[in-house]
Every structure is written in C-alpha cells, then in structure tokens.
C-alpha cells in the first residue's frame, strides 16, 4: 500500500517518493549478481557492495541533464515548443491535477538546493 493510502500497487503515484523503485533496481541487481533469496542477503546489502547511486538520484540526475539540453536547444525545436506551451482550450478532469513537466523540473531543482531563478543561466554554463 503507498503511503498516500491509495491501494493500487502497479501504478505510480505523484505523491509517493521515487525510492519506491529501488526494489525494482535491487532484484535486477540479484540477478546479476546470481543471488536468490535464499542466500538471505538483504537489499541493504546488495546496494553497499555495488556501491551504486540510490535509484532517486539517477532519476533526478537524468531529469536535469535533459532539461539542461532542452535549455540550450533553439526557440524552433519541437522539445522547448513543449516545454513552453499551454493549451488554449479544453479542460482538465475533476481532481487534483496532474504534474506538469515544469512542476517535476521545479521539484527536482528544489532538492539539489539549485535556485529556481537562476537554473536557465547555470544551464548555459556548461562544462565541457
């Protein structure tokens, strides 16, 4: 059961945490590795010998180095088109409504302590 209290096991929630796909990367991480469960090796475990990045910080890693791209891409492309349009009509379901890319972008901003403000001009700055 997630957190929210939501009951259905197979879909992803906005509010939950993305650590809830970490045990996904962990039994892939079994199988490479040819463990069973009966070797009783727990996850904890597992992810201190491959010394791996939990899978929250891959996910949000990802998410601004594509957003960085669609940053220095040009005005004309279809990917920064995307980001920047609204719909001029038609209406959303009754609800709470659906994160918009812009509101993940923001999110994942907010937990690497990167300023809302000035992520387009660190974008511009890239290293290479």
């Known amino acids: 059961m997630c957190p929210c209290g939501l009951k259905a ?3 992803v929630h906005t509010c939950c945490p993305p650590s809830y796909t970490e045990p996904s990367m962990v039994r892939h991480l079994r199988s490479i590795m040819r463990m069973t469960w009966m070797d009783k090796v727990t996850n904890k475990d597992i992810l201190e ?3 791996l990045q939990s899978m929250e910080d891959l996910l949000i890693r990802m998410n601004l180095r594509w957003t960085g791209h ?3 891409m040009s005005l004309d492309r279809l990917p920064k088109q995307f980001l920047y349009c609204q719909l001029s009509s038609g209406h959303r379901k009754r609800g709470r409504p659906r994160f918009r890319s812009k509101d993940t972008i923001k999110r ?4 690497r302590d990167i300023k809302t403000d000035s992520w387009t001009s660190l974008s511009q700055q890239r290293d290479k």
């Not at 994942?108 to 937990?111: A, G, I, Q, S």
Request: hydrophobic letters at 45%.
């Open 70 to 72: 669609l940053m220095r």
């Open 49 to 51: 010998w491959t010394a």
């Open 108 to 111: 994942n901003l907010k937990l």
């Open 9 to 11: 096991r197979y879909t």
